[in-house]
């Protein structure tokens, strides 16, 4: 597939004229296409196309169904298996009340994973005598083994991020997922710094229970995100919320219902064995959940494979460009744990480069600084959108900075 990109950028992304954006690991914009979406929803809500108003509702509710659908073709995952979440953070919650856990049990973590990973299970603490194992390694690679490593026969969970937000690594889920399969340990993902530019087929690895926020490189930060259950998981969790649209439809419709006589207040409601039975299951974000149907679309439009391919360049000639200024890489270079995320540092002094980021604000270059249990440093966020003129204008900030501290970039790796 040839795909214009410098054009794509222009018609969906016109606010890149204005800036130099190399941030979507924080929040992304939203292209054109969603926003025109959302307007003709906007103007939608302010009339009645059907026939009554409980029509009108229900309409409403199947305007998220593309949703659903393109959330099944990214992941390649089966309709039962896909719900839709306000953010990564509702969907770990989700798991975390789901998966039932007693006095003795321990989960595994790493310990460079952004705070919500593993803050859920922080809480159960509270009320559970459970232990959360945290993984370190010495140049913060996470293998299989790694974590394996800290098993026996009371580690329930592991949690971890597929992307890790302050160093990039992109972790092995076949390797990972295979062994937590085979231990029967429940495999969570927060694939919130993946989805969307590298491939994740749910037909080729294990996981139990993966979730991402739209907000970041969907491209759509409108509150609403996607969750993935497998469905042999399914019958194993605990539903979180009791909502009415989690139950089976009963015969004819809701509009029936609501205006059969007869109809009970009290009953014993049946739930279909889907990821929806864990969604709120009321009436719910639909201007979120239409915005993230338009840009999962986008995605699977240009086709994963193509953005992660395209993404893969860009990112090999930043890590190129920083080395040439002096810079040191914090992110690992190897093909198969490259992300979409590139983590530099220039100097020793935290000061100088917070100093460094606050000027490049100001010349509207977006980057950001991040960092977990000293792990970090610049974080550069290659999304499709981008381009090398981008990185040009990034390093041509830092070349002017450099020269006014007046000293050459004096970071030393710590491994």
């Known amino acids: 597939m040839n795909i214009n990109w410098e054009q794509l950028r222009k018609e969906e992304w016109p606010v890149l004229e204005t800036m130099t954006f190399l941030d979507a690991a924080c929040v992304s914009f ?25 029509a009108h509702h229900i309409a409403m509710d199947a305007k998220r169904h593309k949703a659903y659908e393109e959330a099944c073709k990214l992941l390649n995952a089966d309709p039962e298996e896909i719900a839709i979440v306000e953010s990564t953070s509702h969907g770990l919650n989700i798991a975390a ?17 952004f705070i919500q990973v593993a803050l859920p299970w922080c809480a159960i603490r509270n009320d559970r005598d459970i232990e959360i194992r945290v993984a370190k390694t010495k140049d913060s690679r996470f293998e299989a083994k790694d974590f394996e490593a800290l098993c026996d026969d009371r580690t329930r969970i592991l949690v971890i991020s597929s992307v890790e937000w302050c160093n990039g690594w992109k972790m092995d889920l076949k390797e990972i997922g295979d062994m ?30 993966m979730t991402a926020g739209g907000h970041k490189w969907l491209n759509s930060p409108f509150g609403a995100g996607i969750l993935y259950i497998n469905k042999e998981t399914l019958p194993k969790l605990k539903a979180v919320y009791q909502g009415y649209l ?33 969604e709120i299951g009321g ?19 240009l086709g994963v494979e193509n953005i992660e391919a395209h993404i893969f360049d860009i990112s090999t000639y930043c890590m190129d460009e920083i080395e040439k200024l002096g810079g ?17 540092r220039l100097y020793e002094d935290l000061e100088t480069e917070r100093w460094i980021l606050k000027q490049l604000h100001a010349r509207k270059i977006f980057i950001a600084q991040r960092f977990t249990d000293y792990v970090g440093g610049f974080r550069i966020s290659c999304q499709y959108f981008n381009n090398k003129e981008d990185i040009d204008r990034m390093i041509a900030g830092m070349k002017e900075l450099i020269a006014e501290i007046g000293r050459q970039p004096d970071y030393q790796k710590k491994w």
């Open 30 to 54: 939203a292209p054109q296409r969603t926003v025109r979406a959302l307007k003709d929803f906007a103007d939608f809500t302010a009339r009645q196309d059907e026939e009554n108003s409980s």
């Open 97 to 113: 009340a789901g998966i039932e856990l007693t006095d003795g049990d321990n989960i595994i973590t790493t310990n460079l994973e």
């Open 180 to 209: 937590c399969k085979a231990r029967g340990i429940y495999l969570v993902v927060d694939a919130v710094q993946q989805m969307g530019v590298s491939k994740l087929d749910t037909k080729t690895f294990h996981v139990d229970v």
């Open 246 to 278: 989690n139950t089976k439809v009963p015969e004819g419709g809701w509009g029936a219902y609501w205006e059969n006589p007869a109809a009970p207040s009290v009953n014993n409601w049946e739930y279909e064995m889907t990821a929806r039975k864990f």
């Open 283 to 301: 009436t719910s974000n639909y201007p979120g959940a239409i915005a993230l149907g338009e840009t999962l679309g986008l995605v699977n439009e």
């Open 328 to 344: 040191t890489l914090i992110t690992h270079r190897d093909p198969d744990h490259r992300s979409s995320i590139v983590i530099a």
